[in-house]
């Protein structure tokens, strides 16, 4: 039976904590950060966890990193 694969594009996006928690960024980051707010700013520099359907997603992405 051949090797798993991991994702490349998942692994590069998202990161293990040492507690097993998938941490991403926000979204909406990429320009035109000169017209929002401050307050929103500093929100979109703070990691997410994911959960749900979107981490079991990630798990299967990411076979080698649990």
């Known amino acids: 039976m051949p090797k798993m694969k ?4 998942a692994a ?9 928690k998938m941490m ?3 979204t909406r980051r990429g320009h035109l950060m ?3 707010d ?3 700013k500093r929100f979109l520099r703070t ?9 079991a997603k990630m ?7 649990f």
């Open 6 to 9: 991991t994702n490349k594009t």
């Open 12 to 20: 590069k996006r998202i990161k293990i904590t040492g507690t097993g």
């Open 24 to 26: 991403r960024r926000h």
């Open 34 to 36: 000169i017209n929002k």
């Open 38 to 40: 401050p307050n929103r």
């Open 47 to 55: 990691e997410e966890a994911l959960t749900g359907g979107e981490a």
């Open 59 to 65: 798990r299967r992405m990411l076979p080698n990193s």
